[in-house]
């Protein structure tokens, strides 16, 4: 299986930035579709942004023109961001990873969550 560690989580003041990464490893042959997803207390966990292998992206409407995903091929990673930090931002962000494993096999994946927090 992948292994999907996430960092670049933490305390920040509204209006602040933050960049989350979610780095893949293992017997991947390829990446398809990544993503991030967040969910906050008490709350479903919801669409934040995804990026297809082409570079195709896809935002919620609550983040677009603060939030930006990108990826490193190379690097088997997806960044995300996040400038212009509300409250409303608040949640445990989880990466999403759609590989195909060397072998052949296909499987979706995801990451253990980081927490961003937003003061006022």
């Known amino acids: 299986q992948v292994q999907l560690v996430e960092s670049g989580g933490g305390l920040v003041q509204a209006g602040g930035s933050l960049r989350l990464s979610c780095a893949a490893s293992?017997?991947?042959?390829?990446?398809?579709?990544m993503g991030w997803y967040r969910q906050a207390p008490g709350k479903q966990r919801e669409l934040v942004a995804t990026?297809?292998?082409?570079?195709?992206?896809n935002y919620a409407d609550s983040v677009k023109g603060r939030f930006t995903i990108s990826r490193d091929n190379a690097k088997n990673t997806v960044y995300l961001q996040m400038n212009s930090l509300k409250p409303d931002d608040m949640a445990v962000y989880y990466c999403?990873?759609?590989?195909?494993?060397?072998?052949?096999?296909?499987?979706?994946?995801w990451g253990q969550g980081t927490q961003v927090t937003v003061s006022s």
């Open positions: 293992g017997s991947i042959f390829s990446i398809n579709n």
């Open positions: 999403y990873v759609a590989v195909t494993y060397v072998g052949g096999s296909w499987g979706q994946n």
């Open positions: 990026i297809t292998s082409g570079g195709f992206t």
